[in-house]
Protein backbone atom coordinates (compact mmCIF):
# COMPACT_ATOMS: atom_id res chain seq x y z
CA UNK A 1 0.00 0.00 0.00
CA UNK A 2 1.56 3.39 -1.30
CA UNK A 3 0.88 6.59 0.65
CA UNK A 4 0.53 10.33 -0.85
CA UNK A 5 4.01 11.14 0.11
CA UNK A 6 5.19 8.07 -2.00
CA UNK A 7 6.38 5.45 0.87
CA UNK A 8 4.83 2.48 2.03
CA UNK A 9 2.42 2.63 4.83
CA UNK A 10 2.80 1.55 8.17
CA UNK A 11 1.05 1.77 11.47
CA UNK A 12 2.81 4.96 12.48
CA UNK A 13 0.62 6.24 9.26
CA UNK A 14 -2.39 5.44 11.21
CA UNK A 15 -4.97 7.00 13.44
CA UNK A 16 -5.27 6.06 16.97
CA UNK A 17 -8.63 4.30 16.10
CA UNK A 18 -6.71 2.66 13.34
CA UNK A 19 -3.89 1.49 15.85
CA UNK A 20 -6.47 0.09 18.29
CA UNK A 21 -8.54 -1.96 15.58
CA UNK A 22 -5.40 -3.39 14.01
CA UNK A 23 -4.17 -4.45 17.26
CA UNK A 24 -6.81 -6.10 18.35
CA UNK A 25 -7.88 -8.05 15.22
CA UNK A 26 -5.42 -11.14 15.18
CA UNK A 27 -6.93 -12.38 18.87
CA UNK A 28 -10.59 -11.24 17.35
CA UNK A 29 -10.19 -13.45 14.70
CA UNK A 30 -8.69 -16.17 16.66
CA UNK A 31 -11.67 -16.41 19.19
CA UNK A 32 -14.55 -16.06 16.09
CA UNK A 33 -12.84 -18.80 14.60
CA UNK A 34 -12.96 -21.01 17.99
CA UNK A 35 -16.77 -19.58 18.43
CA UNK A 36 -17.34 -20.79 15.24
CA UNK A 37 -15.93 -24.01 15.35
CA UNK A 38 -17.70 -24.11 19.16
CA UNK A 39 -20.60 -23.30 17.09
CA UNK A 40 -20.69 -25.85 14.69
CA UNK A 41 -19.59 -28.97 17.41
CA UNK A 42 -22.78 -27.60 19.40
CA UNK A 43 -25.46 -27.50 17.21
CA UNK A 44 -24.52 -30.56 15.65
CA UNK A 45 -24.47 -32.74 18.84
CA UNK A 46 -26.56 -30.58 21.03
CA UNK A 47 -29.12 -28.70 18.37
CA UNK A 48 -32.15 -28.95 20.45
CA UNK A 49 -30.74 -28.09 23.44
CA UNK A 50 -31.36 -24.65 24.90
CA UNK A 51 -27.68 -25.10 26.85
CA UNK A 52 -26.00 -25.43 23.55
CA UNK A 53 -27.77 -22.07 22.52
CA UNK A 54 -26.37 -20.69 25.81
CA UNK A 55 -22.91 -21.39 25.03
CA UNK A 56 -22.85 -20.39 21.65
CA UNK A 57 -24.37 -16.82 22.80
CA UNK A 58 -21.76 -16.41 25.28
CA UNK A 59 -19.23 -17.48 23.46
CA UNK A 60 -20.20 -14.63 20.68
CA UNK A 61 -20.71 -11.70 23.13
CA UNK A 62 -17.25 -12.41 24.49
CA UNK A 63 -14.97 -11.84 21.51
CA UNK A 64 -14.95 -8.13 21.11
CA UNK A 65 -14.18 -7.90 25.14
CA UNK A 66 -11.73 -10.10 25.17
CA UNK A 67 -10.10 -9.15 22.06
CA UNK A 68 -10.02 -5.74 22.19
CA UNK A 69 -9.91 -5.11 26.20
CA UNK A 70 -5.65 -4.78 25.90
CA UNK A 71 -6.19 -2.55 23.14
CA UNK A 72 -8.68 -0.32 24.84
CA UNK A 73 -6.73 -0.14 28.17
CA UNK A 74 -3.70 1.09 25.83
CA UNK A 75 -5.99 3.61 24.26
CA UNK A 76 -6.90 4.85 27.82
CA UNK A 77 -3.10 5.26 28.59
CA UNK A 78 -2.13 7.54 25.34
CA UNK A 79 -5.17 9.44 26.09
CA UNK A 80 -3.66 10.19 29.20
CA UNK A 81 -0.61 10.76 27.59
CA UNK A 82 -1.97 13.28 25.14
CA UNK A 83 -4.01 15.26 27.96
CA UNK A 84 -0.99 15.57 30.31
CA UNK A 85 1.21 16.77 27.32
CA UNK A 86 -0.66 18.76 25.58
CA UNK A 87 -0.06 17.12 22.28
CA UNK A 88 -2.36 14.89 20.12
CA UNK A 89 -1.19 11.69 18.33
CA UNK A 90 -2.87 12.95 15.22
CA UNK A 91 -0.88 16.15 15.15
CA UNK A 92 2.67 14.42 14.53
CA UNK A 93 4.89 15.64 11.57
CA UNK A 94 8.19 12.84 12.11
CA UNK A 95 6.48 10.54 9.25
CA UNK A 96 9.83 10.82 7.37
CA UNK A 97 12.35 10.63 10.62
CA UNK A 98 14.10 7.14 11.43
CA UNK A 99 12.15 5.20 13.78
CA UNK A 100 14.84 6.17 16.47
CA UNK A 101 14.53 10.55 16.02
CA UNK A 102 10.64 10.28 16.12
CA UNK A 103 8.80 11.41 18.86
CA UNK A 104 6.24 8.46 19.32
CA UNK A 105 7.34 5.10 19.98
CA UNK A 106 4.72 2.61 18.80
CA UNK A 107 4.57 -1.08 18.45
CA UNK A 108 2.01 -3.79 18.60
CA UNK A 109 2.89 -6.03 21.66
CA UNK A 110 1.14 -8.53 23.99
CA UNK A 111 -2.45 -8.11 22.26
CA UNK A 112 -2.42 -4.21 22.33
CA UNK A 113 0.00 -1.58 21.81
CA UNK A 114 2.52 0.66 23.14
CA UNK A 115 2.13 4.38 22.22
CA UNK A 116 4.85 6.77 24.21
CA UNK A 117 6.11 10.45 23.91
CA UNK A 118 9.57 10.41 24.47
CA UNK A 119 8.41 13.65 26.30
CA UNK A 120 6.67 11.72 28.54
CA UNK A 121 9.11 9.63 29.85
CA UNK A 122 11.44 11.54 32.05
CA UNK A 123 13.99 8.55 32.38
CA UNK A 124 14.34 4.95 32.25
CA UNK A 125 15.07 3.49 35.54
CA UNK A 126 15.91 0.25 34.95
CA UNK A 127 14.77 -3.32 33.44
CA UNK A 128 13.71 -6.55 34.64
CA UNK A 129 13.30 -10.27 33.28
CA UNK A 130 9.68 -11.33 34.75
CA UNK A 131 7.83 -14.74 34.91
CA UNK A 132 3.82 -14.51 34.21
CA UNK A 133 2.08 -17.35 36.12
CA UNK A 134 -1.26 -15.50 35.35
CA UNK A 135 -4.53 -16.99 34.67
CA UNK A 136 -4.17 -15.54 30.94
CA UNK A 137 -0.52 -15.40 30.69
CA UNK A 138 2.36 -17.50 31.72
CA UNK A 139 6.17 -17.33 30.55
CA UNK A 140 8.83 -14.60 30.07
CA UNK A 141 8.18 -10.81 30.30
CA UNK A 142 10.72 -8.40 29.56
CA UNK A 143 9.87 -4.98 31.52
CA UNK A 144 11.33 -1.38 31.26
CA UNK A 145 10.77 0.24 34.08
CA UNK A 146 10.36 4.21 33.37
CA UNK A 147 9.34 7.73 35.47
CA UNK A 148 7.05 10.05 33.95
CA UNK A 149 7.21 13.69 33.72
CA UNK A 150 5.07 13.64 37.14
CA UNK A 151 7.80 11.33 38.81
CA UNK A 152 5.38 8.32 38.89
CA UNK A 153 6.61 4.95 37.82
CA UNK A 154 5.47 2.85 35.24
CA UNK A 155 6.21 -0.52 33.72
CA UNK A 156 5.89 -1.31 29.80
CA UNK A 157 6.33 -5.20 29.26
CA UNK A 158 7.51 -6.96 26.19
CA UNK A 159 7.13 -10.52 25.35
CA UNK A 160 10.82 -10.30 24.07
CA UNK A 161 14.23 -8.74 25.21
CA UNK A 162 14.40 -7.51 21.56
CA UNK A 163 11.68 -4.99 22.00
CA UNK A 164 12.47 -3.99 25.08
CA UNK A 165 15.77 -2.87 23.92
CA UNK A 166 14.39 -1.34 21.11
CA UNK A 167 12.16 0.80 23.26
CA UNK A 168 15.71 1.59 25.39
CA UNK A 169 17.63 2.80 22.34
CA UNK A 170 14.21 4.68 21.07
CA UNK A 171 14.28 6.88 24.07
CA UNK A 172 18.43 7.38 24.01
CA UNK A 173 18.28 8.28 20.50
CA UNK A 174 20.07 5.54 19.19
CA UNK A 175 19.66 3.63 16.03
CA UNK A 176 18.70 -0.07 16.90
CA UNK A 177 21.33 -2.59 15.03
CA UNK A 178 20.32 -5.58 15.29
CA UNK A 179 23.38 -8.18 15.16
CA UNK A 180 23.82 -11.92 14.27
CA UNK A 181 27.03 -12.73 16.23
CA UNK A 182 26.64 -15.48 18.68
CA UNK A 183 29.02 -14.79 21.69
Same mark, same amino acid.
Given at each position: ????????????????????? $?????? &???????? *????? &???????? %???? *???????????????????????????????????? $????? %?? %???? !???? $????????????????? *??????????????????????????? %?????????? &????? !??????? $???????????? *??
Amino acid at each position: MKSGRNKEKTIYDFSLTGIFF $WSGITV &FVILLIAC *IAIGA &FVLCYRHS %DSEG *IKIIFFCFAMVVPCSYGIPLISLVKVWKQERRLGIS $WKERT %DY %DRSE !WERD $WYLDCDRGGFILCHRAY *IKRIIGSRVETENGEYARGKVYSVLYE %DIDGKRHKLK &FSCDT !WAQRFRM $WFEKKAYVESDE *ID
